[in-house]
Every structure is written in structure tokens, then in C-alpha cells.
């Protein structure tokens, strides 16, 4: 009998064993369940950026002729010559613009002319004007840094001056705001620090002779130095980790781009640029089809010219 009893006991043990197991087995399977649970809450987020459309940050280069502004934008761009200056007398003629991908941020850069130049003195306020409402179409959307471009060792001359001014009246002061002034031939400051002709680029921005002190208070004293002959390396993840940290700077401390007032009445038309763009872009049951691009254009150049602040007015 106790024998019997023993076995009986024994039984229960193992039954019990069992169910211990059993239990075991479905909370690693609940535990395996969560997991699979929480995997599909992180990948849910994920999906979600993936869905929403890329956001471009428009970056503009305005400048003297010879500052290195093509230069500069190829620079950013990653793209060696691709923004092409006039093989006759080296400057860039008309506005240009062109899309990357540089260390996760989307970018439209537009190269532009010197508007303070032109070999017809009689029409050259009229072209400028034109020109720069080119840019304002272009950049209808708005421009997220105003990118100053600066060769280093040059001296605030009457022609810079008439640059700022043009700067001034077409986009009106608060574009300062949005400003990051660019110095170009930073090997030219390397030698100068070599030589001990200079201590810092903070020196050097801080010297009354060459008229920056004054201009770096109107742009925060954002600025960085671009040496366009490196191409690749340490030093140009550097300068473009600086730049763009200064370019989220302007965009956080401005709570969004800039946007001209010229541009209201045709900021939420359809830029038409391509002959069939309308019938893409248009509606096909007698909707409103895009303006035309150089249509544009018409109005905000006719809007600059009867604003109080005339860009054709030097």
C-alpha cells in the first residue's frame, strides 16, 4: 500500500512538474508576444517619416562677382563645376539652382549674379530688379539661409556697401536675420595666421579697417570659413557640419524661412516651368492651371517697382 501510495505521489509530482512547464512555456510565449508587440510600435514611426514628403531647406548665395560664390554653392553641393560660371569673363550670368542630399538635409541651392554690375548702365537697375524677382519666384516657398558670401583679406569698399544696399532693398533688413556670411580662400587666412599676420578668424572679423564688425552684429555673428580647394576630408565634413548647424540656428531662432512680400500673391500658385507641366499640375475639368513661371515673375517684379522700397533704386 505505501508503495502504491509512493507511485500515486510521484504521479502528482510529475503532473504537477507538467503544468509548471506548461505555465513556463505560455509566459515565455506572452513575453515573445510583447516583444513583437513593442517591435511593431518602433517600426510604426518609422514608416510614418517615411510616408512624409522630404523637406527641402533653400539655401541662396548672393555675392560680389569673384567672391567664389559658384565656387562655394559646388562646394556644398558636393559637385565639382556644377554650377557654371560664363567661360568668357568667369562670373555666373543668371540665377542657377540645383538639389542634394548632403549629411540628411535635403538642400535647393541657387547660385546667383551680381546685380550691382552690368556693362549697360541705362538698363541695369530695371535688369536687377527682374533678376531678383527670378529668385523670389524661385524661391516662393522660402529661403531658409541667405548664405553672404565674403572673400577673406577684402576690405568693406564702396562696391560691398552697394551690395548690402541692393541686399537691403530687395529683401528688406529682416533678411539679416536670416543671413550667414561665408568667407571664401580660407587658405588664404591659414597662411595669414602662419605668418602671424593674424591671430583668429575672430580677430579678423573683429578689425574696424575692414568694415565687418559692423555686419556681423546685423547677423548674429554667424559665419563660417570655406577653403572651396579641399574637396573632400576631415575639414569639409567640418565646414559643412558648421554651416549647417548655423543654418538650423536661423531656422529655430526665426520660427521658419523667409518670405518676401512680393511673393503673397503667387506663393500658392503652381510654378510652371515646363511646357507640360500645366496639363499635369492643372485641374482637367476646367480648374485653375498653374501660372506660368515667367508670369510670375511680372507680378513681383511689378510688385517691387511700386513698393515704397524700390529694389531699382540703387
Known amino acids: 500500500m505505501e508503495s502504491t501510495e509512493s507511485k500515486m505521489e510521484s504521479t502528482e509530482n510529475k503532473m504537477e512538474s507538467t503544468e509548471s512547464k506548461m505555465e513556463s512555456t505560455e509566459n515565455k510565449m506572452e513575453s515573445t508576444e510583447s516583444k513583437m508587440e513593442s517591435t511593431e510600435n518602433k517600426m510604426e514611426p518609422t ?42 569673363f568667369q562670373t555666373t550670368k543668371e540665377y542657377q539652382e540645383e538639389t542634394c542630399t548632403r549629411e540628411g538635409w535635403h538642400l535647393k541651392v541657387v547660385d546667383t549674379p551680381d546685380i550691382t554690375e552690368s556693362p549697360d548702365r541705362s538698363t541695369h537697375d530695371k535688369e536687377a530688379a527682374r533678376e531678383v524677382a527670378k529668385w523670389l519666384v524661385t524661391t516662393k516657398d522660402g529661403i531658409d539661409a541667405l548664405l553672404l558670401i565674403l572673400k577673406f583679406g577684402v576690405r568693406f569698399t564702396d562696391q560691398q556697401k552697394a551690395l548690402l544696399g541692393k541686399l537691403e532693398k530687395c529683401f528688406g533688413v529682416e533678411i539679416y536675420k536670416h543671413t550667414i556670411v561665408i568667407f571664401t580662400h580660407g587658405d588664404q587666412l591659414e597662411e595669414a595666421i602662419e605668418d602671424g599676420a593674424l591671430t583668429s578668424i575672430e580677430a579678423y572679423v573683429s578689425e574696424e579697417w575692414n568694415g565687418l564688425p559692423e555686419l556681423m552684429k546685423r547677423v548674429g555673428y554667424r559665419y563660417v570659413v570655406f577653403n572651396n580647394r579641399v574637396k573632400e576630408g576631415e575639414e569639409e565634413k567640418q565646414r559643412m557640419g558648421k554651416l549647417m548647424a548655423l543654418v538650423k540656428q536661423v531656422s529655430d531662432q526665426n520660427e521658419g524661412p523667409y ?6 500673391s ?46 531699382v533704386i540703387l
Open 259 to 264: 518670405k518676401s512680400k512680393y511673393v503673397s
Open 47 to 88: 514608416e510614418n517619416k517615411m510616408e512624409s514628403p522630404e523637406k527641402k531647406t533653400t539655401l541662396l548665395l548672393f555675392g560680389k562677382t569673384g567672391s567664389g560664390k559658384s565656387a562655394t554653392g559646388n562646394s556644398i553641393l558636393g559637385i565639382p563645376k556644377k554650377f557654371a560660371a560664363s567661360p568668357m
Open 266 to 311: 503667387i506663393v500658392a500658385s503652381p510654378t510652371n516651368t515646363d511646357p507640360g507641366a500645366a496639363q499635369a499640375a492643372g485641374s482637367t475639368d476646367g480648374g485653375a492651371s498653374p501660372i506660368p513661371f515667367d508670369e510670375q515673375v511680372d507680378i513681383v517684379y511689378q510688385a517691387m517697382e511700386s513698393s515704397d522700397r524700390r529694389c
